[in-house]
């Protein structure tokens, strides 16, 4: 069974940084991309940023040049390192995986729990 276990997420001050982890256990095949989405009450679910396996990476225009991810493939785990963060930032963050099985055919996606991301004062 495939996990996507993430970690933190918290509270933190307009300006302030957080760096998230996401680590993917199971039986996993390859894994072609990893990233993060966020949701907002109220909003849609939308891409906050992903990284293939590759390293190709893509941004959300409201992150670019204050957000990072990065990756350590031995690890299976992704980070999101956010600085100078923003009351709407604030979202609950969700870690996505896409990958291949040997149990099916094609690509799969898996998606981790969620970690809450509060930026308040």
């Known amino acids: 069974q495939v996990q996507l276990v993430e970690s933190g997420g918290g509270l933190v001050q307009p300006g302030g940084s957080l760096k998230l982890s996401c680590a993917a256990s199971g039986t996993i095949g390859q894994i072609y991309a990893m990233g993060w989405y966020r949701q907002a009450p109220g909003n849609q679910r939308e891409l906050v940023a992903g990284?293939?396996?590759?390293?190709?990476?893509n941004y959300a225009d409201s992150v670019k040049g204050r957000f990072a991810i990065s990756r350590d493939n031995a690890k299976n785990t992704v980070y999101l390192q956010m600085n100078t963060l923003k009351p709407e930032d604030t979202a609950v963050y969700y870690c996505y995986m896409r990958y291949s099985s040997p149990f099916s055919p094609g690509q799969l996606t898996h998606w981790g729990q969620g970690t809450q991301v509060t930026v308040s004062s």
């Open positions: 990284m293939s396996s590759v390293g190709d990476t």
